[in-house]
């Protein structure tokens, strides 16, 4: 047998023999499928996890699987199947700690050589292709899930970011810079050979370390991704076809490495890799519906994943949405004909078209996309998967936008019916809160985040929670949901010392989305004082960007009583109310032209309702 002949020549200490393995395997007849199968596992057991191999036998070795892989498409498949089954993909990772990959990370920064980036960067040969075709069609074609593989990698690589031993901030960068210099300009064969996988490991070194990948955009990286990827066609980067498709999908991969790690917005405009995400939806679409099954898939998904991770509602990104209008049919074909790169954890491109979309165009009642249940259910597993889930360990820093899509599809009533449905959604809701001291991603957390971060995203969620409540399927999520609405009550809790919203506008929506669920008797209202007269003591001026807060309330007579209490909470909390119970009409007149025009929010009432914190914005 051809394979165990091989077999036992790479299992020699000689190097000459596993050199005529290495050329037994090149021979083999194009469609030898079995026999290139049957030759992975002890190519990766006998040769890449041994510590006697050499650097650059190791490359040699890593090289010639992506040629097995290669050498036919149907060959891609069970090539990928046996590198991932069985465990054989964390040797190569050095689970064994006995391989010149592991070798690497034993180093000193300023012992790292190219030579050693490019150890770095063979490792990634056969995963660079499976993502190319998406992770699940491998996963699949192996018979496991992708957890399967996700739970152990991330406890052996060490460049990933979930790995307990971290490498220092120096040698991170060291290595990036050098993994840099090969992805931009290789300077030999075997260089070149490792293009593609140069920049997948830089995406995998660089996600999640803020400071590696800030070095990373000192040095170039924006700028040379997006020169080597137009050194070819558009139409070829959407194709996970060797090698165009490789060299796409390790430089794809980085976009999820910039979305880690916060990237902003205006560098990747100026940089271009904004024009390369909006180009490869373009491609995407323009390759059509009979090439979807050559889609590369990681490329697509993950320039999508770095868009919706932009914060598309700040000024910096209003050129990005300019250029998402301008292709609707685009986004279309792509929310129409998903790709799979890896279920388990969100990587969908129907979820991350849906995510644009939301922060997009999701406020809009009807318009140019509809929402789908599986679609939206998806998001809010995403946004969960990110914030606590099991690729939390990839997103150390969350943005302070991270639950912007989760907020805006809470405006429109046609996705808050979707919203309702999905099975995750008051898990999610009731993390954001941050009432739980204990969560990972709260003050003393293994993923703490930093208070502003805290602030907008508690924000967020108590908003979402105040919109859900004021829709009938919503409310009744809310109410069920004990915990959820013990987490609201805490943030409505205006005492310093027990009270758990960071900022007024949480504490606001908490107490708005209780008024509505529970009613008033819910909520403990503050006492207010009298002052001299008998009447009603104004609280401290509330302000907004420094302008005092005027409200006008309008409302039908019949409900007087319900109204004058209102007027009078608001009051103690600041705001100059003025009523149709009251002299508003001259109370308003006497306003200056200018308080009348602009800083006066009118509120019309039948019956009690809830003004919402960010009634202005809208």
């Known amino acids: 047998m051809a394979a165990a002949r091989i077999g036992a020549l790479l299992a020699s200490d000689e190097k000459a023999e596993r050199s005529q393995a290495f050329a037994e395997m090149r021979a083999l007849a194009r469609g030898d499928l079995d026999t290139a199968a049957a030759c992975v596992e002890p190519l990766i057991r006998s040769v890449l996890g041994v510590a006697a191999v050499e650097a650059r036998e190791f490359c040699e070795a890593s090289i010639l699987l992506g040629e097995l892989y290669d050498m036919d498409p149907d060959a891609s498949l069970p090539i990928g199947a046996?590198?991932?089954?069985?465990?054989?993909?964390?040797?190569?990772?050095?689970?064994?700690?006995?391989?010149?990959?592991?070798?690497?990370?034993?180093?000193?920064?300023?012992?790292?050589?190219?030579?050693?980036?490019?150890?770095?960067?063979?490792?990634?040969?056969?995963?660079?292709?499976?993502?190319?075709?998406?992770?699940?069609?491998?996963?699949?074609?192996?018979?496991?899930?992708?957890?399967?593989?996700?739970?152990?990698?991330?406890?052996t690589d060490r460049a990933a970011s979930s790995h307990s031993l971290q490498p220092t901030t120096e040698f991170a960068i060291t290595l990036g810079k050098l993994l840099l210099d090969i992805g931009s300009d290789p300077a030999d064969t075997a260089e070149r050979a490792l293009q593609p996988e140069a920049w997948f490991a830089l995406s995998v070194l660089a996600s999640g370390k803020k400071e590696v990948m800030a070095s990373l955009i000192e040095a170039g990286i924006i700028e040379a991704a997006v020169a080597t990827m137009q050194q070819?066609?558009?139409?070829?980067?959407?194709?996970?076809?060797?090698?165009?498709?490789?060299?796409?999908?390790g430089i794809g991969n980085c976009g999820w490495a910039m979305a880690t790690t916060n990237v902003p917005t205006q560098k990747l405009l100026d940089g271009g890799f904004v024009d390369v995400a909006i180009t490869m939806m373009k491609a995407f679409e323009l390759r059509g519906v009979a090439k979807l099954s050559e889609a590369n898939v990681v490329a697509i998904d993950i320039c999508?994943?770095?868009?919706?991770?932009?914060?598309?509602?700040?000024?910096?990104?209003?050129?990005?949405?300019?250029?998402?209008?301008?292709?609707?049919?685009?986004?279309?074909?792509?929310?129409?004909?998903?790709?799979?790169?890896?279920?388990?954890?969100?990587?969908?491109?129907?979820?991350?078209?849906?995510?644009?979309?939301?922060?997009?165009?999701?406020k809009e009642e009807s318009g140019e996309f509809e929402f789908t249940q599986a679609i939206v259910a998806s998001v809010v597993k995403t946004l969960l998967c990110d914030f606590s889930g099991f690729v939390s360990a990839f997103y150390p820093a969350l943005p302070i936008y991270a639950f912007r899509p989760l907020l805006h599809l809470c405006v429109s009533d046609a996705n808050k019916g979707l919203l309702v449905q999905s099975a995750e959604l008051s898990t999610l809701l009731r993390e954001g809160l941050f009432a739980d001291p204990d969560h990972a991603r709260s003050e003393g957390g293994k993923l703490a985040q930093e208070l502003d971060v805290r602030v907008a995203?508690?924000?967020?969620?108590?908003?979402?929670?105040?919109?859900?409540?004021?829709?009938?399927?919503?409310?009744?999520?809310?109410?069920?949901?004990?915990?959820?609405?013990?987490?609201?009550?805490?943030?409505?809790?205006?005492?310093?010392?027990?009270?758990?919203?960071?900022?007024?506008?949480?504490?606001?929506?908490?107490?708005?989305?209780?008024?509505?669920?529970?009613?008033?008797?819910?909520?403990?209202?503050?006492?207010?004082?009298?002052?001299?007269?008998?009447?009603?003591?104004?609280?401290?001026?509330?302000?907004?960007?420094?302008?005092?807060?005027?409200?006008?309330?309008?409302?039908?007579?019949?409900?007087?009583?319900?109204?004058?209490?209102?007027?009078?909470?608001?009051?103690?909390?600041?705001?100059?109310?003025?009523?149709?119970?009251?002299?508003?009409?001259?109370?308003?007149l006497s306003m200056p032209m200018n308080v009348r025009l602009y800083v006066v929010e009118c509120v019309a009432a039948c019956v009690p309702i809830v003004v919402g914190p960010r009634l202005h914005e809208r």
């Open 82 to 155: 046996a590198f991932m089954r069985d465990g054989n993909c964390m040797v190569a990772y050095g689970a064994a700690h006995s391989s010149a990959y592991s070798a690497v990370w034993d180093k000193q920064p300023s012992e790292l050589t190219r030579l050693d980036a490019a150890v770095c960067a063979a490792v990634y040969v056969v995963p660079t292709r499976i993502w190319a075709r998406g992770a699940e069609a491998t996963f699949a074609h192996a018979g496991m899930e992708g957890m399967d593989w996700l739970s152990p990698y991330s406890v």
């Open 457 to 588: 995203l508690q924000c967020d969620a108590a908003e979402c929670c105040l919109q859900l409540a004021l829709y009938p399927p919503g409310k009744a999520l809310l109410a069920e949901d004990a915990a959820l609405m013990h987490a609201l009550h805490a943030l409505a809790d205006e005492d310093e010392e027990s009270g758990k919203a960071f900022s007024k506008d949480a504490q606001k929506s908490a107490h708005g989305a209780i008024m509505t669920i529970e009613g008033p008797s819910g909520l403990a209202e503050p006492e207010p004082e009298l002052d001299s007269a008998g009447g009603v003591k104004k609280g401290e001026m509330a302000r907004r960007d420094g302008i005092p807060q005027h409200l006008m309330v309008s409302y039908q007579w019949d409900h007087q009583v319900v109204i004058e209490r209102v007027v009078r909470s608001l009051q103690v909390r600041g705001y100059n109310v003025v009523s149709s119970g009251t002299k508003s009409r001259s109370a308003l």
């Open 232 to 249: 070819h066609s558009p139409i070829s980067w959407v194709s996970w076809h060797p090698p165009v498709g490789a060299l796409a999908a």
């Open 304 to 362: 999508l994943l770095m868009l919706c991770s932009l914060d598309l509602t700040a000024p910096e990104a209003a050129p990005i949405v300019q250029q998402l209008e301008a292709i609707p049919s685009a986004l279309r074909f792509v929310l129409a004909h998903p790709l799979s790169h890896f279920e388990a954890v969100g990587y969908q491109t129907e979820v991350q078209a849906a995510v644009i979309c939301a922060l997009a165009f999701g």
